[in-house]
Each structure stands twice: as C-alpha cells, then as structure tokens.
C-alpha cells in the first residue's frame, strides 16, 4: 500500500468542530462519520495542516512547534493514526496507468463516490475504477434485473462483461427490461444488449452466450475466466440455481451475488470465499422459521421499479466486491421492502459443518500442478 506523502483531508470528509472540541469527520453517514476528543486542539490543528500543500513529516513539525508540550514521537503517532483513518488522500498519487484522459472525464464521478466510500489508508478513487476497468463479470440471466444490473456495470465501466441468457425479448418484458424496445421483440436478448451496451460504452468489451444454464458444468463454463457471477437468472429456476452457484463459485474460488424480489420485497444475496453460502442462509433462515407449510416467495409480479432497484444493486454489490470497497465479508442477505419503508433486510447464518459448498465437508477445489 502506498504511503501517503502529501495528505489532504478527502473534501466528501471535512471535519467541522463542537464547542467542547470534539471533531465530527466523515460528515453523518453511518459506516464513514466519527468523532474525535480533542479538546486541546492537536488533532484539529493537524486535519487544519492536511491541505494538500505540505508533506506528513511538515505537517507533525508544526504541530510541534505550535504545541511544544508534544514528544516527536507522540506528533508523529498522532499524524499516523490520521493518515491510516480513510480520511485523507494524497493528492500527488498518480492516477493508475489503466486508465486514461477520457476515462478519467468520462468516470470523474465514480471516483468521488469511491474516494468517499473507500475508508482503507492511502487509496485513491481512481484505484476503484482501475480494479472496475480490469475486471471481468459473468451476468447469468439478462431479464428483469440482469437487464438493469448489466446496464450499471457496462455504464460504471466494468472492463469485461460476459452476458448469458436463451430466451428471445417479448412485449411483456418492456415493462421493466430497460434495455429493449419495440423493435427488438422476437430477437434473443443477449443480442439486443450486447448492441444497447456498446452503445452506452463502446470501451466495455461485451460477450454474449444464448444458452441455458442448469447443471454444474455449463455455470462453470460460463464463469471461466471471470471474477464475480452475478445471477439474476429468472424466478422459476430460483433455488436450484442458487444451490449451483454455491457449488461452482466456490470450486471456482470466486464470490457470486443474487438478488430476486417477491413482490414488493426485494432481496441481494452477497457470497463469497470464507463466508456462508446461501444454502446454509436459507437453512438458518428455514430452522427460525414457524413450523407448518412452506412460504410463498416467489410470483410474477415485478414493475419497472422493483426490477430496476434488484439489478442496479446486484451491480453495486458486484463492483463493491471488484473494488474491495465492501466493508462486510460475504455471506449475507440484504434488502428492502417498498410496501413498508421502516424495513431492512439482513439476514447472515453461520455456515453448516456439512455444507458441501463453505463448511468443513466441502470439496476440495481441484488444483493443477
Ligand atoms: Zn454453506
């Protein structure tokens, strides 16, 4: 990781100051904001210091000088513990040589949205779109949400994407399916996307596959090569297909996201190496639940809206997971319910000891010498 040479506090971050001294940085947001005692004004006066225009060991020397009851190595320590904090960025970082003059315009806003969500030390917006420009995405299903999800990660500028659907565009799906028109109905949908997405960003390569995915093997072909599934495959091959997923992504070592909605409940599954699988979610979630018949938790009704909040978040769980901004390992289930806005969604079960998939009695990956 690149030490920070030349820090200045994030702008998304700026710190302001209550009356008894204490520093609220990272502004209101739970998962970015902190306060800070100071009541002696040291650290105030060294986020004061960290414009940009001098360098880290500048910045402790006048602390010294203007609070000379401090030890070097306590004004060192203080500028430390700021420069590893999320909160400051080093503004002569060179931007990653992936990434070029137009990217850099065309992206200016993802990287202010990375610069702020990014908390790890010394890391630039611009690092999160070279990870996004250098990696490779598999969109399993390109109906409702895959339609939106492959849009946003096309859009974002995710460098590689692999779309994978059979069926043809029909007029029921125009309701949600964004990227098809009128004119594209009787034509395979992978077609009509591969078209729609070179159209919204021609430096994305796009690569499309009309085929149905339902064993094992046909979802480890279509993820060859790939760093993140995301399966927004069609609700009547649901629970199986998740339990595929499970197998292959983790035989592939590689992290997968789903989402589904069930009427106005909207749910994104976040799997990966390490953390429990759905399968073992479902269980944990099967075990709390009331004893008698089984939920109702699917159905065909979806509008513009639910589909379009499933795939754009599918999308950003997968350029969460591509950018490593996420803050939570894998293994959980999150989500929301448009009927009733005071509920979230969240729901992370221990793996079981004999899931195939993330417990002790998985598999062991095959290995090539
Ligand atoms: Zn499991």
């Not at 490593?324 to 009733?340: I, S």
């Amino acid at each position: 990781m690149r030490k920070v040479e030349y820090p200045r506090v994030k702008p998304d971050h700026a710190p302001y100051r209550f009356d008894d001294g204490t520093i609220r940085i990272g502004g209101e947001l739970y998962g970015t904001a902190a306060e800070i005692k100071d009541a002696r004004g040291y650290v105030w006066l060294a986020l004061q210091l960290m414009d940009g225009t001098r360098a880290a060991g500048a910045v402790a020397e006048e602390l010294r000088r203007t609070f000379p009851e401090l030890s070097p190595a306590a004004s060192e320590g203080l500028v430390g513990q700021l420069l590893d904090s999320g909160y400051i960025e080093d503004v002569r970082q060179p931007v990653p040589e992936e990434l070029t003059r137009d990217d850099q315009e065309r992206y200016s806003r993802n990287h202010d949205f990375f610069r702020r969500v990014d908390m790890r030390p010394g890391r630039s917006g611009w690092q999160a779109q070279a990870a996004l420009k250098c990696g490779r995405v598999t969109v399993l299903g390109v109906g409702g949400a895959g339609s939106h999800a492959a849009w946003a990660l096309a859009a974002a500028g995710v460098g590689r994407l692999h779309c994978v659907d059979h069926d043809v565009v029909e007029v029921s799906n125009l309701t949600r399916q964004t990227p098809y028109t009128e004119d594209d109905i009787g034509r395979p949908k992978v077609e009509a996307l591969a078209q729609r997405l070179h159209a919204v960003n021609s430096g994305v390569s796009v690569t499309v596959e009309r085929r149905k995915v339902d064993t094992e093997d046909a979802l480890a072909e279509v993820i060859a090569g790939s760093d993140v599934l995301a399966l927004c495959a069609d609700e009547s091959r649901g629970e199986y297909i998740n339990t595929l997923a499970d197998r292959v992504c983790a035989a592939a070592g590689i992290p997968w996201v789903g989402g589904g909605y069930s009427g106005p409940k909207i749910t994104i599954g976040v799997y990966g190496p390490g953390g429990p699988c759905d399968g073992c979610l479902a269980a944990g979630e099967e075990a709390r639940r009331r004893q008698g018949p089984d939920p109702v938790i699917g159905g065909p009704g979806v509008i513009s809206a639910s589909a379009g909040i499933c795939g754009n978040w599918i999308a950003y769980e997968v350029m969460s997971l591509i950018t490593g901004v996420a803050k939570q390992p894998p293994g959980y289930l999150r989500g929301l319910n448009l009927m009733a806005p005071d509920q979230l969604v969240y729901v992370r079960h221990p793996s079981r000891d004999s899931c195939e998939a993330c417990g002790t009695a998985r598999r062991p990956v095959a290995t090539v010498d």
